[in-house]
């Protein structure tokens, strides 16, 4: 999770948060579908949701099924919206809010939905690692 943390959350809160900041719309989804490889030990792994936008996933990596078709369904309708008209609200998976200050997040898995500050406990430690820099990337 550390290391999760450190290479990919971070990095790309970051990044978010300087657009949001620059006053952009800023848009943010976090990944939890489980890949049911070695038994679901890889979890929700880097690059796992790219299968779903382009609707090329499979039972070994990805997992299939009515919830993945669904899941892949929902996240390209996403894509879509948001390379039409800047904003990935979309029937499938109704309102999406900019970032904003609540950190709203659209959280993609066999239940999506919206939250506001996924992880925020672990979001304010990693906040004070940087502030005393300690953390080096």
Known sequence: AINTDVMFRV???????????NNTPVYSYMFTWTSPVFG???KACHALDI????????DMFCGTGPEADKLSQ?????????????????????EWPEYGSKRMTMVFGK??????????TERAVWETVKRHDTLVI
């Open 40 to 42: 679901g030990a890889l």
């Open 74 to 94: 929902c996240m390209q309708d996403a894509w879509i919206a948001f390379a039409h008209t800047g904003n990935p609200s979309n029937k499938c998976t109704g």
């Open 11 to 21: 990095p790309a809160l970051e990044l978010v948060e300087a657009q949001r900041d």
């Open 111 to 120: 239940e999506s939905h919206v939250e506001a500050a996924p992880y925020e």
């Open 51 to 58: 299968g779903f936008v382009f609707g090329n996933y499979d």
